[in-house]
């Protein structure tokens, strides 16, 4: 847990604060999109980077 927590500290503001509604409140991209004034593409943008980045952080060994 305490790795995932500083995981989260490496992602862009942006990142971090899409990929902690939609995952830890819950919401839905559209959702998201409204709370933010943002599109529902710039939430999948943000969604996509943030995950990326965590699973790079997290699991460097699976990188191809």
Do not use: M
């Amino acid at each position: 847990e305490a790795r995932f927590r500083r995981a989260l500290t490496a992602l862009a503001p942006r990142e971090a604060e899409v990929f902690g509604l939609h995952y830890f409140a819950d919401l839905d991209n559209p959702a998201i999109a409204a709370q933010l004034d943002l599109t529902t593409d710039a939430v999948a943008t943000a969604l996509y980077k943030a995950r990326a980045r965590l699973r790079t952080i997290l699991f460097p060994e699976a990188r191809t």
